[in-house]
């Protein structure tokens, strides 16, 4: 297994694309939303799916997937269960780390930042759009917590679509977060790891961006 992992090599050769510079701007948000455009132009497989790292009250990091969902006015929002594992870090410690990576680009993405949670009416407007199943799911999963069985999980399913025949309101406890960033790096690889890294840190209003060595 070791061997295997040793063996493996991308050395980027196909990636040569148009120099940085050209197209980095004075915001990460206009860059992200055409690096997110070409991703879902080129075909790029849950290009929105993104891992968040949250780090709980003793230091312990815990990371996942979750769906980007929106980017607005510069915040990056996610829809979750409050009361999971990752709700529960961030009610101690709201500080956030998404990334995203899409191989056949040879491009990652790390947005570091704050969290809190999107205005009810939001959470509201966003649980509305989404199908049936999915809102019945909101409220059996106990997301997280210990399940004893499957059948336990399917029992609780049963009931809410008992209880919400017609409209399903959305549980007080799903619901968005937003994450404000204050860095985002954009990766680019190139050939014999010699990649490209821009970086932009928030500085009160305003955005410094620079290069950083691969
Ligand atoms: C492709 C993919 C997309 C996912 N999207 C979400 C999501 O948008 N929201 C969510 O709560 N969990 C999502 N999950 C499940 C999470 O990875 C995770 O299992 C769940 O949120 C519980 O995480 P926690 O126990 O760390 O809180 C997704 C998983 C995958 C593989």
């Known amino acids: 297994m070791e061997d295997f992992l040793e063996d493996l090599r991308n050395d980027h050769r196909d990636f040569d694309l148009a120099r940085l510079e050209d197209v980095v701007g004075t915001n990460p948000f206009d860059l992200f939303n055409q690096w997110m455009k070409n991703a879902v132009d080129k075909g790029v497989a849950e290009a929105n799916a993104c891992v968040v790292s949250t780090v709980d009250t003793t230091g312990q990091p815990s990371g996942r997937i979750v769906y980007l969902k929106e980017l607005i006015n510069g915040e990056f929002i996610f829809y979750t269960n409050y009361h999971s594992h990752k709700g529960k870090d961030l009610a101690g410690n709201n500080k956030i780390s998404m990334l995203f990576f899409w191989p056949a680009l040879q491009q990652q993405i790390r947005i570091d930042g704050l969290c809190y949670k999107v205005p009810e009416q939001v959470s509201d407007a966003y649980f509305r759009s989404r199908p049936r199943g999915s809102k019945i799911g909101a409220w059996a999963s106990n997301q997280s917590e210990q399940l004893i069985s499957r059948t336990e999980l399917e029992q609780r399913v049963h009931e809410y ?54």
Not at 163 to 168: A, M, T, W
Not at 176 to 202: C, I, M, N, T
């Open 161 to 214: 679509a008992e209880k919400f025949p017609g409209e399903v309101p959305r549980p007080p406890h799903w619901g968005g977060y937003a994450v404000r960033a204050e860095l985002v790096e954009f990766w680019q690889g190139r050939p014999s790891r010699l990649h490209d890294r821009f970086v932009f840190k928030k500085e009160g209003e305003n955005w410094n961006v620079g290069r950083l060595n691969p």
